[in-house]
């Protein structure tokens, strides 16, 4: 019996890096139209490089590779900044079928929460810019435990949330060393959302994997034997 379903939000919920290429695009397109006077190809290298190596949520992200040519034109910096922000905004889209799978599941009876290893803040703006700030019953990100999948600390704070055991829940992730093995450690089953990976893994270790969200109602319908009024 399946009680809770936990979802990741990046590369899971939404295309966050389709996002993420298409906002760096448009920011640095600002950034050479007020005066950067860098190839467009290089810029988006340069940025890429530092987000791998300081992390993707990095927030100063074109001040420290504009300081890496020397230093900072704020003009220049304003516009990446701002050119980031509306294209990110508009970039910003569920994958197919996610609304949907929500519902689904909802109706069903069964639990929703969010494990994710970016920012509260971020995961709250990213929830509420895609329209899905009243459909989770808890929402755990980093600061919540300090601690980044595939700890276990994330994944026992958010079942502890929504009062479910790890035998009666299940995580869909598209990061199998990060949401799979961290989820089957304790016990969930688990859900690889093979649309969403970056990584492509031999073996996910997923006790199921999935090209299209709304296989994960039907998953959760068969574990339940129909039950709860669950519908395929």
């Not at 009876?109 to 703006?125: E, F, N, T």
């Not at 600061?143 to 055991?165: M, Q, Y």
Request: glycine share 8%.
């Amino acid at each position: 019996m399946i009680e809770a379903v936990v979802f990741d939000i990046d590369n899971t919920v939404m295309d966050f890096m389709r996002m993420k290429r298409e906002a760096v695009s448009a920011a640095v397109d600002a950034m050479i139209d007020a005066g950067l006077k860098v190839p467009k190809e290089k810029m988006v290298e340069n940025i890429f490089r530092v987000y791998w190596q300081e992390g993707i949520e990095d927030q100063n992200i074109f001040d420290k590779v504009l300081s890496e040519a020397g230093q900072v034109d704020f003009k220049v910096l304003a516009a990446g900044i701002v050119g980031y922000r509306r294209a990110k905004d508009a970039a910003m889209t569920l994958y197919p079928h996610v609304r949907l799978t929500i519902t689904e599941l909802l109706k069903s009876g069964v639990k929703l929460g969010v494990v994710s290893d970016a920012p509260r803040l971020s995961v709250w703006l990213r929830i509420t810019a895609l329209g899905l700030q009243h459909y989770f019953d808890h929402v755990v990100a980093y600061e919540d435990t300090g601690e980044r999948k595939p700890s276990p600390k994330p994944f026992l704070r958010v079942l502890e949330l929504l009062k479910a055991p790890p035998e009666r829940s299940l995580m869909i992730g598209d990061w199998a060393e990060r949401d799979i093995a961290g989820a089957k450690g304790l016990g969930m089953k688990t859900v690889w959302a093979r649309y969403g990976d970056q990584f492509h893994p031999k073996h996910s270790g997923a006790d199921f994997e999935i090209d299209d969200v709304y296989e994960l109602v039907g998953i959760v319908c068969g574990i339940n034997s129909g039950k709860n009024g669950c519908k395929v």
